[in-house]
C-alpha cells in the first residue's frame, strides 16, 4: 500500500490504524518533504518511510511504485490510499475483490457511487469529476464515475501505463491509459468524509481547483492525439 503524505501528521495515524493488516504485506508512507510530523508518526504508525524530494501528488505516487518495483519480491498489487483519512481505509476489502478473483486489473474507489458526507466533495470537484469522466466516455469509450485516489492495480499493469505525471493528472492519466491499453477496470463504491486535519490543500483554494482542472483536461486531450 502506497500513502502520499504532505504535512498530514494529524490524520496519518488514524489511517495507518485503521488498515485492515491482514490484507497488506507493506505499508509505505511517502513524505513528499513536510515540515510537520508526518514522518515520525509514520514510522510509529508501523509503516515503512520513502522520501521524495520533489513535491506533487504524481512525484510521491512514483517514488514508491518505483521503491516497490525493485524489491526481491515485488507485490502483484498496489493499493493507493491519501494520508488525510477521508477515504476509509476499512473498505480495503472491497477494493481489492475483483483483482483477487482476476476479474480485473484496475479497481477505482468511486466515492460518486458509494455515501458521501455531506460536503466532502465541493461543488467544484462534482463538477469536474463530472465533465471529466464524460470526456473520457466520449474519447476512450470508458466507463467511469469518479477520479478516486483510493484505487488497487497489479503492478505488472501499473508498470505497462509508464506512469510520468507528477502532480495532480496522476489519477486521470491512469484512467486514461487504461482506457486506451484495453484494461479491465471495474469500479466498487466507496465511503468519503471531509478531510480531518485543516482543510484540502487543492480543492479548497481557487489556484488548487483551477490547476488540477486545467491539468486533468490537459491530460485527457494529450492523450487524445496520440493514440
Ligand atoms: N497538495 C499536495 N498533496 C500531496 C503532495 N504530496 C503528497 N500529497 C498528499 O496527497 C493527498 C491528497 O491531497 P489533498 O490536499 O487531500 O487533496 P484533495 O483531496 O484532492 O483535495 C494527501 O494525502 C496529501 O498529503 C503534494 O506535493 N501536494
Ligand atoms: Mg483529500
Redesign the pocket.
Known amino acids: 500500500m502506497l500513502i ?5 501528521a494529524e490524520t496519518l495515524p488514524l489511517v495507518l490504524q485503521a488498515i485492515p493488516r491482514a490484507l497488506v504485506r507493506d505499508v509505505y508512507v511517502i513524505d ?1 518533504g513536510s515540515t510537520d510530523d508526518t514522518a515520525r508518526v509514520a514510522v510509529q504508525g508501523g509503516a515503512q518511510l520513502l522520501e521524495e524530494p520533489q ?3 504524481g ?2 505516487c512514483l517514488r514508491g511504485v518505483q521503491h516497490v518495483e525493485r524489491l526481491a519480491a515485488p507485490p502483484d498489487v498496489v493499493v493507493f490510499l ?3 483519512f ?1 477515504d476509509d481505509p476499512a473498505e480495503l476489502g472491497w477494493l481489492i475483490e475483483p483483482l483477487r478473483a482476476r476479474a480485473a486489473d484496475l479497481v477505482i474507489g468511486s466515492r460518486i457511487l458509494g455515501e458521501r458526507e455531506p460536503g466532502s466533495l465541493s461543488l467544484q470537484q462534482r463538477l469536474g469529476n463530472r465533465v471529466a469522466v464524460t470526456m473520457m466516455r466520449v474519447i476512450y469509450g470508458q466507463r467511469y464515475t469518479d477520479l478516486g ?1 483510493f484505487r488497487a492495480i497489479r503492478l505488472p499493469a501499473l508498470v505497462a501505463l509508464g506512469m510520468h505525471d507528477t502532480g ?1 493528472g496522476w489519477t486521470v492519466e491512469m484512467q486514461v491509459k487504461a482506457a486506451k491499453t484495453g484494461l479491465r477496470v471495474v469500479e466498487v463504491p466507496v465511503s468519503y468524509r471531509k ?1 480531518a486535519g485543516g482543510s ?5 483554494t481557487v489556484k488548487g481547483t483551477v490547476g488540477a482542472s486545467y491539468k486533468i483536461l490537459y491530460t485527457i486531450l494529450r492523450h487524445a492525439t496520440t493514440r
Not at 4 to 8: C, F, I, W, Y
Not at 200 to 204: L, T
Request: proline share 9%; aromatic share 8%.
Open positions: 502520499p503524505a504532505l504535512n498530514e513528499n513535491r506533487g501528488y512525484a510521491a491519501d494520508a488525510d477521508a485516489p495532480y478531510r484540502s490543500k487543492i480543492s479548497s
